[in-house]
T-cell receptor, first 117, second 111 residues
Framework: EAGVAQSPRYKIIEKRQSVAFWCNPISGHATLYWYQQILGQGPKLLIQ????????DSQLPKDRFSAERLKGVDSTLKIQPAKLEDSAVYLC???????????????FGEGSRLTVL | SQQGEEDPQALSIQEGENATMNCSYK?????LQWYRQNSGRGLVHLIL?????REKHSGRLRVTLDTSKKSSSLLITASRAADTASYFCATDARGAQKLVFGQGTRLTINP
């Protein structure tokens, strides 16, 4: 079944180490989103891609977070160096259907849960 | 920043009862959406209501929107144990071109 694939599902690292998360979105959609969800909170948008280009990264902590989307398909989100407050679930999302690029309805992956010790 | 705020933060009811969750937001919107998140899983889209709509139904779900009060409610009728999850409202603010989520309501259905 087509969906948004993310890996790894779980990662535990020590502070100041680096980590990378991978997302394979629903095929055929130009838009891809990375959200950060801290425990007990709603998801917060980190970065939005349109094909290979960045549409919105206003809430991405650029001193430690970076993201890229090569060839307009898969995307990686990297954190280096990690801080304790980066402990969260990192969610990747695609538009739910073709017209969702206008309405904003999203299909989320299962997420990558990061614990920073 | 969080646009929507859900109320209550947590709700516990008996199976078969109706559950009502509320969402308030701050700016003008194109549409408002509700999502469900089971523990340890990603978010699942439930329903979208446009700014020019006042009520929408989908199965056991009923969503209302009052743009004058900048608020929405999600009603789940005849609740089931499987409805236990966190529910989030999300707004597609005009001019913003991005979805902003609230803090969520944690719903527990007791058998």
């Amino acid at each position: 079944e087509a969906g948004v694939a993310q890996s790894p599902r779980y990662k535990i690292i020590e502070k100041r180490q680096s980590v990378a998360f991978w997302c394979n979105p629903i095929s055929g959609h130009a838009t891809l989103y990375w959200y950060q969800q801290i425990l007990g909170q709603g998801p917060k948008l980190l970065i939005q891609f349109q094909n290979n280009g960045v549409v919105d990264d206003s809430q991405l902590p650029k001193d430690r977070f970076s993201a890229e989307r090569l060839k307009g398909v898969d995307s990686t989100l990297k954190i280096q160096p990690a801080k304790l407050e980066d402990s969260a679930v990192y969610l990747c999302a695609s538009p739910l259907r073709k017209q969702s690029a206008v309405t904003g309805e999203l299909f989320f992956g299962e997420g990558s849960r990061l614990t920073v010790l | 920043s969080q646009q929507g705020e859900e109320d209550p933060q947590a709700l516990s009811i008996q199976e078969g009862e109706n559950a009502t969750m509320n969402c308030s937001y701050k700016t003008s919107i194109n549409n408002l959406q509700w999502y469900r998140q089971n523990s340890g899983r990603g978010l699942v889209h439930l329903i979208l209501i446009r700014s020019n709509e006042r009520e929408k139904h989908s199965g056991r779900l009923r969503v209302t929107l009052d743009t004058s009060k900048k608020s929405s409610s999600l009603l789940i009728t005849a609740s089931r144990a499987a409805d236990t999850a966190s529910y989030f409202c999300a707004t597609d603010a005009r001019g913003a071109q991005k979805l902003v989520f609230g803090q969520g309501t944690r719903l527990t259905i007791n058998p």
